[in-house]
């Protein structure tokens, strides 16, 4: 059981450096890496229906989060993006979270702007920091 766990965190430590940012670790990757070792040892025991399932689950997560991650969440591209935050193809996180902060101090409601305009960039911002940004 004991090895069963430290797999599961090195699962999820990998997950998260692969990803990049630990902000974007989700309960539901941490429930798909320890569906995915479940699964394993299920088959290693002779139980392959629940074993597929089991793997099945964990790999419908690693889809469902490919597609519906980063920019995809927003529907917003991310040329769309760049091109609301004016913000350049090579551009670091610091440098499209500076572009956010002078717009969005422009933009926002509470001087008068508009709350649509306001999602959108921030919309932007997390679209393109999802993406693979120079830190």
């Given at each position: 059981?004991?090895?069963?766990?430290?797999?599961?965190?090195?699962?999820?430590?990998?997950?998260?450096?692969?990803?990049?940012?630990?902000?974007?670790?989700?309960?539901?990757?941490?429930?798909?890496?320890?569906?995915?070792?479940?699964?394993?040892r299920l088959f290693s025991r002779g139980?392959?229906?629940?074993?597929?399932?089991?793997?099945?689950?964990?790999?419908?997560?690693?889809?469902?989060?490919?597609?519906?991650?980063?920019?995809?969440?927003?529907?917003?591209?991310?040329?769309?993006?760049?091109?609301?935050?004016?913000?350049?193809?090579?551009?670091?996180?610091?440098e499209i979270r500076a572009a956010h902060?002078?717009?969005?101090?422009?933009?926002?409601?509470?001087?008068?702007?508009?709350?649509?305009?306001?999602?959108?960039?921030?919309?932007?911002?997390?679209?393109?920091?999802?993406?693979?940004?120079?830190?």
């Amino acid at each position: 059981m004991m090895g069963l766990l430290l797999l599961a965190a090195a699962g999820i430590a990998y997950w998260a450096w692969k990803t990049r940012d630990w902000k974007t670790l989700r309960f539901g990757d941490v429930a798909a890496v320890v569906a995915a070792l479940i699964g394993m040892r299920l088959f290693s025991r002779g139980e392959a229906l629940p074993a597929l399932v089991a793997i099945g689950g964990a790999g419908w997560w690693l889809w469902f989060r490919k597609r519906g991650g980063g920019a995809a969440e927003s529907g917003m591209s991310t040329d769309r993006a760049r091109a609301l935050l004016d913000v350049g193809r090579g551009a670091s996180a610091e440098e499209i979270r500076a572009a956010h902060r002078r717009l969005i101090q422009r933009v926002h409601p509470d001087v008068g702007g508009s709350a649509h305009l306001a999602t959108e960039i921030n919309q932007a911002r997390d679209a393109l920091l999802a993406t693979d940004v120079k830190r």
